[in-house]
């Protein structure tokens, strides 16, 4: 009995296999240590090989690729329902087996190796913002504990961290004031390190065809076209632009039934940090539009009109997103047009 599909359940040290032959038949549901993986799968036949889209699922997939295998990565929501009961390895490579064949089943393109060492710059710095967020917070606490209260923002924080450095003259004990000033000296090397993140992500922005192409759009910045570039790569893998926005989560959860269509609210499904970056982009179009209308596309002053502005941020992060993907898929550059 020769197998032909493989559904692969990954883990740290135990991976579970799961194969069957073209007519459903199982031939083997068994565990297999990770130094023994690449040598059980060099001994079959070239397979269909289903995997969650998980940690490590690309690295797995380009290994599987390389030795000849045709490799597949689905969203674990979408393998779920294929699970029949009970929570085991051997339940979830079968299910993962049963859903890799389903002709109406959604994949995630693997992303190369320079994708991976790209985003690994975007998470980092992610990290550095929240613990600076975090430190920022605590220098805001410990000086209200004293009665000294600073500005709203990270502006007014930067701007009174500097201040203490040169003039700590606030009236607290020393105690803490050593502790304000250790806190300070941290914030700044955290800020000094996001600042040099962000040149790494110009840099790059520069260099990419692609993402040079997606900063024409109005509101996107290198950060978004950079992370864009890294995530989704050339966006072929989205039939369209509204299908690249629902990925987003920027359109509502259709809840029809009966006939009748019922839309709910925006369903914040998809990659949080692009559609965080994506409505940030929108949003410092809105301020602007306020300042300096003749600086905005036509089309968001007429949004603006008709909509709240938060739904107007929505919305046009949902615009802004189908034409990145027009733009990523067609090799063309953004076009302003009036409507």
């Known amino acids: ?92 490579a ?15 393109a693997v992303k190369s190796k320079e994708q991976q060492a790209l985003l690994t710059i975007h998470r980092v710095r992610q ?24 500005g709203n ?29 250790t806190l300070c000296e941290q914030v700044i090397a955290l800020d000094e390190r996001v600042t040099f993140y962000d040149k790494l992500i110009e840099y790059h922005s520069r260099i990419d065809e692609r993402a040079k192409r997606i900063r024409t759009v109005p509101g996107v910045g290198p950060i978004t076209a950079s992370a864009i570039v890294a995530t989704i790569g050339d966006g072929k893998q989205f ?32 990659d949080r940090y692009l559609r965080r970056l994506l409505v940030i982009g929108m949003t410092s179009q809105v301020q602007r539009a306020r300042g300096y209308p003749e600086r905005v596309p036509p089309w968001i002053m007429q949004l603006l009109e008709r909509k709240p502005v938060r739904l107007a941020t929505i919305a046009m992060a949902n615009k802004a997103a189908r034409i990145i993907w027009a733009i990523l898929t067609k090799d063309t550059y953004y076009r302003q047009t009036a409507a």
């Open 153 to 181: 923002g990270p502006v007014a924080s930067m701007r009174f961290i500097k201040a203490f450095q040169t003039d700590n003259c606030l009236d607290m004990p020393d105690v803490a004031k050593s502790m304000l000033k």
């Open 127 to 150: 990290l550095i913002v929240r613990q600076k967020t975090q430190m920022l917070n605590v220098i805001r606490g410990l000086l209200r504990e004293f009665g000294h209260v600073i």
């Open 94 to 108: 079968e299910a993962i087996c049963e859903a890799v064949t389903r002709p109406t089943m959604r994949f995630v």
């Open 239 to 270: 039939k369209n632009g509204r299908e690249f926005a629902a990925w987003l989560g920027l359109t509502p959860l259709n809840r029809s039934s009966g006939g009748k269509e019922r839309l709910g609210r925006i369903s914040k499904k998809g």
């Open 1 to 92: 009995m020769e197998v032909t599909t493989i559904g692969l359940d990954l883990g740290k040290d135990v991976f579970q296999v799961h194969g069957i032959t073209a007519d459903g038949t199982v031939v083997f549901n068994r565990s297999i240590r990770r130094k023994q993986l690449l040598n059980f799968f060099e001994t079959l036949p070239t397979c269909l090989v289903g995997i969650e889209a998980c940690g490590s699922a690309h690295h797995w997939a380009h290994e599987l690729t390389a030795i000849g295998h045709d490799v597949r990565l689905m969203p674990a929501v979408y393998v779920k329902p294929y699970v029949k009961r009970g929570k085991t390895d051997a339940v979830d």
